[in-house]
T-cell receptor, first 114, second 113 residues
Framework: DQQVKQNSPSLSVQEGRISILNCDYT??????FLWYKKYPAEGPTFLIS?????DKNEDGRFTVFLNKSAKHLSLHIVPSQPGDSAVYFC?????????????FGKGTKLTVNP | NAGVTQTPKFQVLKTGQSMTLQCAQD?????MYWYRQDPGMGLRLIYY???????DKGEVPNGYNVSRLNKREFSLRLESAAPSQTSVYFC????????????FGNGTRLTVT
């Protein structure tokens, strides 16, 4: 049962335009969400996060939006740059049995064309 | 600042061989994790250690064992490698679990023939 879904395996945008990466989740108990970026042959790096008590968090060119009623979050990158080309993973956290569990989506490969 | 260091970077094993993947972090983090990444599968948790002296199973623990040697080091052992364990393995650490961002190493690419 895939609790965190990134339904678009890939996305291609032009430099300077907006990139929107989407993530859906099924477990309403998830209370914290994170985005990670991964370049080839490197480990993922943390990008931005949002708590379930907020609906938006912004950090420079990156904004994450959370719609709890729809169980949906999105990552907006504006403006997109060629260096943003990477695989983006959505992750969701929940506390179960006294321990915190983090579930990752399968990732979306973003290509930003010059 | 090294962050999370994994060794080796690449490894080829024959079915039935054993090996240990090493991981060390220099950020004084309490929690450490082992993930595997397979094509189209995202990142799946194998084992984690919430703090020194504790280890717990993740989503896909079968065929693996772990040791939290001290606060810095967390090793992953394959006792009898199988082709299904061909994957890229990532070690990660965080200050605490869950909401603290994970810091990942650069991975070990393992092929089991």
């Amino acid at each position: 049962d895939q609790q965190v879904k990134q339904n678009s395996p890939s996305l291609s945008v032009q430099e300077g335009r907006i990139s929107i990466l989407n993530c859906d989740y099924t477990n309403s108990m998830f209370d914290y969400f994170l985005w990670y970026k991964k370049y080839p042959a490197e480990g993922p790096t943390f990008l931005i996060s949002i708590s379930s008590i907020k609906d938006k968090n912004e950090d420079g060119r990156f904004t994450v939006f959370l719609n709890k009623s729809a169980k949906h979050l999105s990552l907006h990158i504006v403006p997109s740059q060629p260096g943003d080309s990477a695989v983006y993973f959505c992750a969701a956290s929940v506390t179960q049995g006294g321990s915190e569990k983090l579930v990752f989506g399968k990732g979306t490969k973003l290509t930003v064309n010059p | 600042n090294a962050g999370v260091t994994q060794t080796p970077k690449f490894q080829v094993l024959k079915t039935g061989q054993s090996m240990t993947l090493q991981c060390a972090q220099d950020m004084n983090h309490n929690s450490m994790y082992w993930y595997r990444q397979d094509p189209g599968m995202g990142l799946r948790l194998i084992y984690y250690s919430a703090s020194e002296g504790t280890t717990d199973k993740g989503e896909v623990p079968n065929g693996y064992n772990v040791s939290r040697l001290n606060k810095r080091e967390f090793s992953l052992r394959l006792e009898s490698a199988a082709p299904s364990q061909t994957s890229v393995y990532f070690c990660a650490s965080s200050e605490i679990g869950g909401t603290s961002p994970l810091h990942f190493g650069n991975g070990t690419r393992l092929t089991v023939t």
